[in-house]
């Protein structure tokens, strides 16, 4: 297990803009997502500004950005706003709204329009067949899995993710993404998989350096580290 044999591209996931440009200066990083829920979490309050903000430090790599909208023809809208912050820019399009109201029709009509998209917000196989199919044969398009979610309700997302892979064997320029992944082992299980795209927050991919770890030397670490604490804590324990 090495992290310089990784096939799958790394992304970083989050809204922190400082994060996000010490994420640029790593050269295992090849793009960037964000969404709503981390933006509001980081304290963003005017959307396009952020975005200027973002691109001015990451010029050159994908960053995917999210329509906010629920009724399709309004996201349509700021889908086409958001393709034009710069080349470089992924639209983000939920699988559904909040109704459940499939958004395959608006897939449809912004991938044949040249639109790069990355469609969210996934969790089953039938979706990514759904979205397949709505997709421009020749459209680069990232199609996100919510792997991590999926797994959080019992389910392996291994096969699970084998299978949405297939799903997209008619579509060579849609690339799979491992989204919401919980721990550093996903990254490699998305490259044996066969994932193009795994996107996690800095601090999971903070915690690459550990790859490969002596595990004797950890344990005594760990142990350091409880003990250290127990002094700090003047823990006591009289008969």
Same mark, same amino acid.
């Given at each position: 297990?090495?992290?310089?044999?990784?096939?799958?591209?790394?992304?970083?996931?989050?809204?922190?803009?400082?994060?996000?440009?010490?994420?640029?200066?790593?050269?295992?990083?090849?793009?960037?997502?964000?969404?709503?829920?981390?933006?509001?979490? *980081?304290?963003?309050? %005017?959307? +396009? !500004?952020?975005?200027?903000?973002?691109?001015?430090?990451?010029? &050159?790599?994908? #960053?995917?950005?999210?329509?906010?909208?629920?009724?399709?023809?309004?996201?349509?809208?700021?889908?086409?706003?958001?393709?034009?912050?710069?080349?470089?820019?992924?639209?983000?399009?939920?699988?559904?709204?909040?109704?459940?109201?499939?958004?395959?029709?608006?897939?449809?009509?912004?991938?044949?329009?040249?639109?790069?998209?990355?469609?969210?917000?996934?969790?089953?196989?039938?979706?990514?067949?759904?979205?397949?199919? *709505?997709?421009?044969? %020749?459209? +680069? !398009?990232?199609?996100?899995?919510?792997?991590?979610?999926?797994? &959080?309700?019992? #389910?392996?997302?291994?096969?699970?993710?084998?299978?949405?892979?297939?799903?997209?064997?008619?579509?060579?320029?849609?690339?799979?993404?491992?989204?919401?992944?919980?721990?550093?082992?996903?990254?490699?299980?998305?490259?044996?998989?066969?994932?193009?795209?795994?996107?996690?927050?800095?601090?999971?991919?903070?915690?690459?350096?550990?790859?490969?770890?002596?595990?004797?030397?950890?344990?005594?670490?760990?142990?350091?580290?409880?003990?250290?604490?127990?002094?700090?804590?003047?823990?006591?324990?009289?008969?």
């Amino acid at each position: 297990m090495s992290k310089n044999t990784l096939k799958v591209k790394l992304f970083a996931d989050g809204a922190d803009l400082a994060g996000m440009a010490a994420m640029y200066g790593n050269p295992l990083i090849s793009g960037f997502t964000t969404n709503p829920t981390l933006m509001k979490k *980081a304290g963003v309050t %005017d959307y +396009p !500004a952020f975005a200027r903000q973002v691109l001015a430090v990451i010029p &050159d790599r994908p #960053v995917s950005f999210e329509v906010f909208a629920d009724e399709l023809d309004e996201m349509e809208n700021q889908a086409r706003i958001i393709a034009t912050w710069g080349p470089n820019v992924n639209v983000k399009i939920p699988v559904m709204n909040t109704r459940g109201v499939s958004t395959a029709p608006l897939i449809a009509k912004l991938s044949a329009d040249g639109i790069m998209l990355n469609v969210t917000a996934i969790m089953t196989v039938r979706q990514v067949r759904e979205v397949a199919a *709505a997709l421009a044969p %020749d459209a +680069p !398009a990232i199609i996100s899995v919510f792997a991590g979610r999926v797994a &959080d309700t019992g #389910v392996d997302p291994v096969p699970h993710m084998k299978a949405c892979l297939a799903e997209l064997s008619a579509r060579p320029k849609a690339e799979l993404l491992w989204a919401s992944p919980r721990e550093l082992l996903n990254i490699f299980q998305a490259d044996d998989v066969g994932c193009h795209i795994i996107t996690a927050t800095n601090d999971v991919l903070g915690k690459l350096k550990l790859v490969g770890k002596d595990l004797d030397e950890y344990s005594r670490e760990t142990v350091q580290m409880f003990f250290d604490d127990a002094c700090a804590s003047r823990f006591e324990i009289s008969r």
